[in-house]
């Protein structure tokens, strides 16, 4: 924490009565700004204090929840029956979050959807039919296309267990060491006690179900966005960015590629110059 900004923690019961925790960072100086941050698979919000110690004293809100199944939500880890039950926790936040802004801010103000690997493929799915409360999109590794491509029968075999034994847990399979070029990243990630490594059978599905749609309707979206990717990212394959870059509707799109950095731009040894750029870029569309 720093003098210019603060922060508070609370949870909300969701459609289904599970709570989900999250945290609303607020600068001292009241904001039209509000950034709605979601995090990535395995993880929790409160692994994005780069990017709260950089925005948030610039005047900037963040609103960032864990995901149900993840931190300190509730819900049984890396579950989900539907990715839909992603999609109404973001609703009901996003509900609390436009009940706080000031009424001068209007509907949409500076309402930025920003999404992290897992969580950028949420916010990309989200804002397809939410493209009204938002003036921007930012992803950074965004989940789009496996890091390493998954054989057809796995595919096969995990469609099988999804129907049979949807709650069937498993490893995800991801190595602490391909998150940053900084190894006390990695470190921290395996001794954080509120990671976790597991993923269902049905979430398996439902992921890879609705990369298909994200991408089969890239071209519906139509709000400016930011896609950011490391180019020696293993977990989420820079080419799913691009192939969704090419295809998407907006008239105003960036994509980004950092050479040599891996999968958590925000916590890289570069990350000041990716939060610079992605500054920047909100700056010349004032927000």
């Not at 926790?89 to 001068?104: G, I």
Request: net charge neutral; with cysteine.
């Amino acid at each position: 924490m720093t003098e210019t900004w603060t922060g508070l923690q609370d949870n909300f019961p969701s459609f289904d009565h599970l709570r989900i925790h999250y945290r609303r960072l607020s600068p001292s100086s009241a904001t039209c700004f509000t950034m709605l941050l979601i995090h990535g698979l395995g993880e929790h919000a409160g692994r994005y204090n780069n990017f709260y110690n950089y925005f948030v004293p610039k005047g900037y809100e963040v609103f960032a929840p864990d995901l149900r199944g993840h931190g300190l939500s509730e819900g049984k880890r890396g579950h989900i029956d539907s990715f839909d039950d992603y999609i109404k926790d973001t609703e009901y936040l996003w509900k609390k979050v436009e009940a706080s802004r000031p009424a001068k801010c209007g509907l949409t103000g500076g309402n930025i959807l920003v999404g992290h690997s897992m969580g950028g493929l949420i916010a990309l799915r989200y804002a397809l039919d939410h493209q009204e409360d938002f003036r921007a999109v930012v992803v950074t590794g965004p989940l789009l296309e496996i890091g390493v491509p998954v054989p057809g029968w796995k595919k096969s075999l995990g469609k099988f267990m999804s129907k049979i034994a949807p709650k069937l847990s498993m490893p995800n399979g991801l190595n602490p060491a391909d998150l940053s070029r900084d190894p006390a990243v990695g470190k921290a990630y395996v001794a954080d006690p509120l990671v976790n490594n597991l993923v269902s059978a049905r979430w398996f599905t439902e992921i890879n179900d609705t990369m298909e749609y994200v991408h089969a309707n890239a071209g519906r979206l139509k709000l400016p966005i930011l896609i950011m990717h490391g180019s020696a990212d293993k977990l989420t394959n820079p080419n799913g960015s691009k192939r969704f870059f090419d295809n998407c509707g907006s008239q105003d799109k960036t994509l980004k590629i950092y050479d040599l950095a891996f999968h958590e731009l925000y916590n890289e040894v570069n990350h000041l110059d990716v939060l610079s750029y992605l500054e920047g870029w909100l700056k010349e569309r004032n927000l």
